[in-house]
């Protein structure tokens, strides 16, 4: 199962494809139960975004994007074990999610208040040599903080569906019984992981893109197809 929650635009949100496969649920359920949410119409629009994906076979359709609020207000009313299960595990990985995103914040506002302090000791230098010196340190840092930023950040909705097409590409030309496919499909996502050392395809980072896009071009199977 994919990850319950991601961030995009500097928001942790879930969908309502991962709500249907989360508690067992067909997805057009879950769309219906979305538009027919008894909830105001400022609440709805904060907390949900239709949008179009495709999927492994190049067919688009929509999906709901869905804040915090907005899945505490759709599940409250789903039942059973497993789905109090999953609520809190969903509760559990959107404040993980907020948290290295409140991180990812910390980072770019040291970056904004290192280049602040220099234009204020540049202002106050008095001598060329004290100026150069004042941009090399601080240009040093702020190289620092910019790695450090890149290295958090992970693939869009757009690079996902990039290497998900990547990955429905090489499995669709490798092996042309429907039976077989999901096992391929399955084993390639399972060395994804393992190659860039992720939990899911959509926490490879941004700067791996390409990388994992030609491991996908070049991979084969580790068993023969039967």
């Keep these: ?48 975004a239709l949008v179009d994906y495709t999927d492994v076979r190049n067919r688009v359709y929509n999906k ?36 290295q995103l409140r991180n990812k914040v910390h980072v770019l506002d040291e970056r904004t208040s290192l280049i602040q302090s220099m234009k204020l000791t540049i202002e106050t230098a008095e001598r060329q040599d004290q100026i150069q010196e004042v941009v090399n340190t601080h240009s040093v840092k702020i190289s620092e903080l910019e790695t450090k930023v890149e290295e958090q950040i992970t693939l869009t909705s757009g690079e996902q ?16 019984d429907p039976a077989v496919r999901p096992r391929l499909f399955k084993e390639l996502h399972r060395e994804i992981k393992d190659r860039f050392g992720v939990s899911s395809y959509k926490d490879v980072k941004q700067k791996e893109l390409q990388s994992a896009i030609r491991y996908v071009e070049n991979w084969v199977p580790r068993k023969a197809v039967i």
Excluded: P, W
């Design 161 to 176: 569906r990039r290497l998900q097409k990547a990955v429905a590409i090489k499995i669709y030309a490798l092996e042309s």
């Design 64 to 99: 709901y994007l869905i804040k915090r609020d907005g899945l505490a207000f759709l599940v409250m009313g789903y039942t059973g074990k497993t789905a109090s299960e999953y609520k809190e595990k969903f509760i559990l990985k959107f404040n993980e999610m907020e948290e």
């Design 1 to 48: 199962m994919n990850q319950l929650v991601f961030i995009q635009n500097g928001s942790v949100l879930t969908d309502s494809l991962t709500v249907a496969a989360v508690f067992e649920k067909q997805h057009k359920d879950v769309m219906r139960d979305i538009r027919n949410l008894e909830c105001s119409e400022e609440f709805n629009r904060r907390n949900f």
